[in-house]
């Protein structure tokens, strides 16, 4: 299963793949920006295996961050050593130019 919601770990799991959310159409159309905060289940392999959304903006911008942040990999947490599974949050911003 999940971790917990807090492991204690040594090293923080740090992205190293982080392909960037697609821009919405409508939402670009819209004029809707805003930041995406999304939880993302980082395995001890460095691999995402479930994501939440924390935060919202709406629901076309939260659904590309989700599918984003799904698609990324991780060097993983570490405590005594030894890679750990952790829950990572990861703000993706939308901003038009």
Do not use: C, K, M
């Not at 919601?5 to 190293?16: K, M, R």
Request: hydrophobic share 45%; aromatic share 8%.
């Amino acid at each position: 299963g999940p971790p917990p919601d807090f492991v204690a770990v040594e090293v923080q799991a740090t992205p190293i793949n982080q392909p960037q959310p697609e821009y919405p159409d409508f939402a670009r159309r819209a004029g809707v920006e805003g930041q995406v905060i999304v939880r993302a289940w980082v395995t001890a392999e460095g691999a995402v295996r479930e994501v939440q959304l924390l935060r919202g903006v709406h629901g076309l911008l939260d659904q590309a961050a989700l599918d984003a942040v799904r698609r990324w990999t991780f060097s993983p947490a570490r405590q005594n050593n030894r890679a750990v599974a952790v829950w990572v949050a990861v703000p993706i911003t939308f901003r038009l130019n």
